[in-house]
């Protein structure tokens, strides 16, 4: 590899230059849901609106399972790019697509089981509940591009090219917004036609992809078989993305039993607290890209056993998390309640957001070192460490959910959930020495 990313000078601009695509691209996610809504809005019933919402939901869900396909390939890329290893960067990435692409064949093989469960767990409506399954059966089409992006996505991360993942994202979006918009207002095809519109958005968007990763593929790494399906190297891949499933369950459960405990306190808190989440989900939103960036630079550093690089690598993007969460605190101290009046027209869910309001101002400033962490600890392939300290968090949490939501009710839940920040910060912090003095040696 000619031009290792290890040997370029680690500067904000090149943090930037990482974080600020994707950052953008993360801005498009939204969109095409709320066009998906809208479009189905003008049919003039409330089932269909609902059946899309649910399926997409169902789906999500079961994709999101794979989501650490992203996070490990991003890992293991960046430190085989920073160890100047093109022919493992390549293996990774035929590794990942294999993973992606079975992972989704086996989704669309056990679609009527699978589906059978979460309409168990959570019944809807007849009507709700027959369209939803109509919408689901022509999503589940793109399951294996659906998940296969996750994969690509995180060995283009690896190799800092975020351009090419922000092209992808819109390009998926903005093909998704204008079939659904055909598909429905125009040809008049209703859920059908929002589900098609997506299922193609998917496969062009992993079309567009695979051909960014073409020169890769069209190497002679990706085709040795005996190397890329090297046992060692599988178990590596496997462990690493183990880790990160557990831990991103764990993580899960925290805001599971949050949601539990806010619907315990009565229906006005459960809905002020589903609203002051999407505050955070801007957060992690906006700071995905630093995130990212620190993946990107951490992994690269210890593939090339830098461990000046390293330490360059976390300061930078963690100042640049500052300083991200410092402005989103003041622009909820100052237009939270502008935010809440857009988010519900319940008078009573206002006026309990707002007492709340002060809590996802502080998220943002308490929980960066958190955010961050978690991206460095990706980058240098630390799952390990992650997944226990999650585990230790999650207790913490729980203990501090058991003792102040009795006292202080939903201030105590707000109260918890950021002490899980504290904890998550704190114990990889207190690792995050050892993984500096290992800079030497990749795991």
Not at 88 to 114: H, S
Not at 240 to 252: A, F, K, M, P, S
Not at 303 to 331: F, P, Y
């Amino acid at each position: 590899m000619s031009d290792p990313g290890a040997a370029v000078p680690i500067t904000h601009r090149r943090v930037l230059a990482i974080a600020i695509p994707i950052v953008v691209s993360n801005a498009t996610v939204p969109l095409a849901g709320l066009v998906d809504t809208g479009v189905v809005g003008q049919l003039g019933a409330a089932a269909p609106i609902g059946a899309v919402g649910l399926g997409a939901l169902v789906l999500t869900s079961i994709y999101w399972v794979f989501g650490f396909l992203r996070m490990g390939t991003t890992g293991l890329t960046s430190q085989a790019f920073g160890a100047r290893d093109q022919a493992e960067v390549d293996r990774v990435l035929a590794r990942a697509l294999m993973i992606g692409f079975g992972g989704g064949l086996v989704v669309f093989a056990l679609q009527v089981p699978l589906f059978w469960v979460v309409f168990w767990a959570a019944p809807a409506s007849g009507e709700v509940e027959d369209l939803a399954r109509t919408y689901m059966a022509i999503r589940v089409l793109s399951a294996p591009a659906a998940i296969a992006i996750y994969g690509i996505t995180g060995w283009l991360i690896g190799q800092e090219r975020t351009r090419a993942v922000l092209a992808i994202q819109v390009m998926t979006n903005g093909v998704n917004i204008g079939l659904s918009a055909l598909f429905v207002l125009v040809f008049g095809w209703g859920i059908e036609g929002v589900a098609a519109a997506t299922v193609i958005a998917e496969w062009m968007g992993v079309a567009l992809a695979l051909m960014m990763c073409r020169t890769a593929l069209g190497r002679p790494a990706t085709k040795d078989w005996s190397a890329v399906l090297n046992r060692p190297a599988l178990w590596r891949m496997a462990a690493v993305n183990g880790d990160i499933l557990l831990r991103t369950l764990l993580l899960q459960a925290i805001f599971l039993t949050f949601t539990a405990y806010g619907a315990s306190l009565g229906d006005v808190e459960l809905a002020a607290n589903h609203v002051l989440l999407q505050f955070l989900m801007i957060t992690a939103f906006a700071l995905d890209g630093f995130a990212f960036a620190a993946e990107a630079l951490v992994g690269a550093a210890l593939g090339a056993k830098r461990r000046d690089a390293l330490r360059r690598s976390a300061v930078l993007t963690v100042g640049w998390g500052a300083v991200i969460v410092t402005g989103l605190a003041a622009i909820f101290a100052l237009f939270g309640g502008m935010l809440i009046d857009l988010l519900t027209t319940a008078e009573d869910v206002r006026a309990q957001a707002r007492v709340y309001l002060p809590w996802v101002v502080a998220a943002p400033l308490i929980g960066c070192a958190a955010w961050m962490l978690d991206g460095i600890f990706i980058g240098a392939t630390r799952t390990r460490e992650m997944r226990n300290m999650m585990g230790v968090s999650l207790v913490i949490y729980g203990a501090a959910a058991l003792i102040l939501v009795p006292i202080f009710e939903n201030h105590g839940l707000w109260a918890a959930l950021m002490v899980s920040f504290v904890a998550r910060a704190v114990t990889l912090g207190m690792l995050y020495p050892r993984l500096e003095a290992g800079a030497g040696q990749i795991p």
